[in-house]
DNA sequence: TTTTCCCTCCCCCAAAATAGCGAGGAGCAG
DNA sequence: CTGCTCCTCGCTATTTTGGGGGAGGGAAAA
């Protein structure tokens, strides 16, 4: 069953590109014969974008209504960790039961289960799987098929970010000082705590958090600490 | 092939504490025939901690020397999202080197590929494959079974963050002007610059970053906006 | 309906960070 | 040796933030 996936796993890994990424999305549908296949940049750096196999009307209408912000499916993805089934979740909101109802109208699948992946720089997207059956035919389908499409899932999510993140700037390093300075402040410190933490002078801290700023193209210490921690420099 | 997990997986999907993850990646070394398997929480709002088959010793010599500041596979992994195959890291810098011949002296085998994992409150987490052969026979290795690790690393991860996340607050959300405000201020923005661009008096502005420090408890405004950067609740 | 958040605005003053000008020594590579 | 970066320290003045009070309207949930 998983053998099934070989010879997709291996174009992903080898696409250079977002087309590579829909096609591969739209192969994996008619694979396992569901409804629809999504993966879904929610938040990053640049532009939020997708691939998908939703019609556009409702990605048009997703889009323009801002549903992330209500789509419990979204949200409760992005405060946990594992694979979501939709109907283990909250739709008693107003908004929610509108967006589901919504989605139903514009052709979706009643079922239906996401996945968040998240990336370095707080990117985070969302690989979701939509059906169209009853309980007990979902929860076959989820037993027999979840390892696949997790597994599948994840090598969409790593090919997408992995492509979404290739413009990011080749940081400059910090030095070991810079580094510590910034670490520090980061974890809340003022100037004053943290040059006592690294046993020298206010000032000479000072010229570190300058000459990081510099480097880092940064207009102020807390815009320094971002950069730096969404560059992977420093962490907390 | 895949099916060799099955039950594997299925175990981990009703583990209920850390040993059962402990005894399940000493299960997965023995049927993939690897010399280690590593699961690691680098980052973690916790403490730190393993499920790990690497030998005692060089575990203590790992933690008390904070080798994750310098370990190439922790730093790579950090600013990526895909599988890391160690030997495309870059091992020249001397402190690197050290760590490596320290490692081979501690009965680590000399290949490796490593995978990053994170959660949604800046978790950070590895889940390592550890191997001893040669170049040629690690590629035939990493081909037949990457697929089959890969999953099971997923299994791991999710499962490990879930126990692992299970005692912490479900961190307070912020209001959508508290975004708002912490997410100009990590572009660099004042006060008084952020306040113009939301077209709110500047006091409105402080107020919001006032309550966002509150809800991350965070000590001032780099603090504020280091917390939120990494537990990804905005994004530059 | 009441409570609870969220948004918006205002005051004053102390504390902290930023900007500008400096200086010298250590270590390393060409 | 020369130039480079890194580390260390000093001064003054200005700007920005932080902490402490408030207050009212609106929307949503209990």
Redesign the interface.
């Known amino acids: ?3 099934k ?2 010879d997709l ?1 291996e174009r992903l890994g080898d696409a250079t590109d977002l087309s590579a990424l829909d096609s591969a999305v739209f192969d994996l549908r008619d694979r396992y014969d569901v409804e629809h296949l999504v993966y879904h940049s929610v ?3 640049g532009d939020q974008w997708a691939a998908l196999t939703y019609p556009q009307p409702w990605v048009d209408a997703y889009v323009e209504n801002n549903f992330q912000t209500i789509d419990p499916v979204v949200l409760s993805c ?6 979501v089934d939709w109907k283990r979740l909250d739709w008693s909101s107003r908004p929610a039961r509108a967006l589901f109802g919504e989605g139903i109208a514009n052709g979706l699948g009643n079922q239906g289960f996401s996945l ?1 992946i ?7 997207a969302l690989f979701t799987v939509n059906h169209r059956s009853g309980d007990d035919t979902w929860g076959k389908f989820t037993r027999g098929y979840m ?1 696949d499409l ?2 599948a899932a ?1 090598f969409v ?2 090919r997408a ?2 492509l979404d ?1 290739e413009g990011h700037a080749p940081h400059q390093a910090l030095s070991p000082r810079e580094t510590d300075a910034l670490t520090l ?6 100037r004053a705590q943290a040059a006592e933490r690294l046993k020298i002078s206010e000032h000479t801290l000072r010229v570190y958090i300058e000459s990081a700023r510099f480097k880092l193209g ?6 320094a ?3 730096a ?4 420099l420093i ?2």
């Open positions: 069953m998983a053998r996936l070989d796993l938040k990053s750096s992005f405060r946990g960790f594992t694979p968040p998240r990336g370095p720089s707080g990117q985070f390892h997790l597994l994840h999510n790593e970010l992995a993140g402040l980061a974890a809340g410190k003022s940064a207009l102020n210490t807390t815009h600490v971002a950069n921690l969404s560059r992977g962490c907390l």
